[in-house]
Nanobody, 125 residues
Framework: QVQLVESGGGLVQAGGSLRLSCVAS????????IGWFRQTPGKERELVAA????????HYADFAEGRFTVTRDNTKNTQYLQMNDLKPEDTAVYYC??????????????????WGQGTQVTVSS
């Protein structure tokens, strides 16, 4: 059973940056694709970015492309989401999640078996 703990959320002004971290324990981190999702009240949880277990492949939602960067350090069981040029519409609870690696990068929410508790990101205008 993999446990995931996010950190790094907070309040930032529009145009600012935040780096979220997700530390995994209880499993071999290299066996999992890692995704970042976000959710606002009344909306479905949506994919922000995902990274393949080896780190060689990544995927970004359209709204994240060019502003967000996902990386991972398998030696530290940690993955990161660097968010730049933040906008008020980026305000949400951000979750990291782990999906068993299958050879194809997991993009669907249903593919992810383990979830962190979430970290709040608030962007003021």
């Amino acid at each position: 059973q993999v446990q995931l703990v996010e950190s790094g959320g907070g309040l930032v002004q529009a145009g600012g940056s935040l780096r979220l971290s997700c530390v995994a324990s209880g499993g071999d981190f290299k066996m999992y694709d890692i995704g970042w999702f976000r959710q606002t009240p009344g909306k479905e949880r949506e994919l922000v970015a995902a990274i393949f277990w080896s780190g060689y492949d990544t995927h970004y939602a359209d709204f994240a492309e060019g502003r967000f960067t996902v990386t991972r350090d398998n030696t530290k069981n940690t993955q990161y989401l660097q968010m730049n040029d933040l906008k008020p519409e980026d305000t949400a609870v951000y979750y990291c999640a782990a999906a068993w690696a299958t050879g194809n990068l997991a993009l669907a929410l249903s593919k992810y078996q383990f979830w962190g508790q979430g970290t709040q990101v608030t962007v003021s205008s």
